[in-house]
């Protein structure tokens, strides 16, 4: 009889300690799956910042924006589709549109489009870059600076126009032009 009991009492403790066990492996399998979706958005991450580059020194990108700075240290938070700077080639287009609809290029500011001059993409010792150029369109031109740091595909971009020396800074997404979603609205 009292083995029957010490057979029980096991049977029992193992029978507790298998409906327990699903509960720890639930837990684990939560933190590995967090771990490994952490992992793929690394990699990801990754992919995004190495096509960032690329795009950087074939010239062929667009930084879609998502804040602006303006001179006097003034914020907007804007759409990416429509505030943005491109460069095709020896062709860029400049467009900050910080108003929703109107103005003069017809979704909410202004759209230089232009040819680049003087483009030189430099990379320190660290690994981040900087893309200056000039932009020279019909009645408009600007000197632009653009910073990409080491292992990022977000990147700011300063633009300074020659006409009444204004300066817009613009935060955001670095991306090649094939994967990129802008509108352009009318040039000057």
């Known amino acids: 009889m009292y083995k029957r009991l010490i057979i029980f009492v096991l049977l029992l403790s193992s029978v ?32 995004r ?6 795009a950087l020194e074939q010239s062929d990108f667009v930084l ?3 804040r602006l700075s303006f001179k006097h240290g003034e914020t907007a938070y804007v759409t ?3 505030n943005f700077i491109s460069l095709t080639g020896d062709k860029a287009v ?8 109107g103005g003069p ?17 430099k ?5 981040n870059s900087t893309l200056t150029m000039n932009v020279s369109g019909a009645a408009l031109s600007a000197s ?4 990409l740091p080491k292992n990022s595909y977000t990147a700011s971009v300063t633009v300074n126009s020659n006409f009444r020396s204004r300066r817009v800074t613009l935060y955001g997404t670095l991306l090649p032009t094939a994967k990129s979603d802008i509108f352009k609205g009318r040039s000057f």
Do not use: H
């Not at 066990?21 to 793929?40: G, H, V």
């Not at 910042?49 to 690329?54: G, I, K, L, P, S």
């Open 144 to 147: 632009v600076s653009l910073s």
């Open 16 to 47: 507790v300690a298998a409906s327990a066990r699903p509960q720890y492996n639930d837990r684990d399998e939560k933190a590995q799956r967090r771990e490994t979706e952490k992992r793929i958005e690394a990699i990801k991450d990754s992919i």
């Open 80 to 82: 990416s589709s429509t």
């Open 105 to 121: 290029n017809g979704v909410g500011g202004i759209t230089l489009e232009g040819r680049a001059t003087n483009v030189k993409l």
């Open 64 to 66: 879609e924006a998502d």
């Open 94 to 101: 400049i467009q900050i549109a910080p108003f929703p609809g």
């Open 123 to 127: 990379t320190d010792k660290k690994g």
């Open 49 to 54: 910042a190495a096509e960032a580059f690329r």
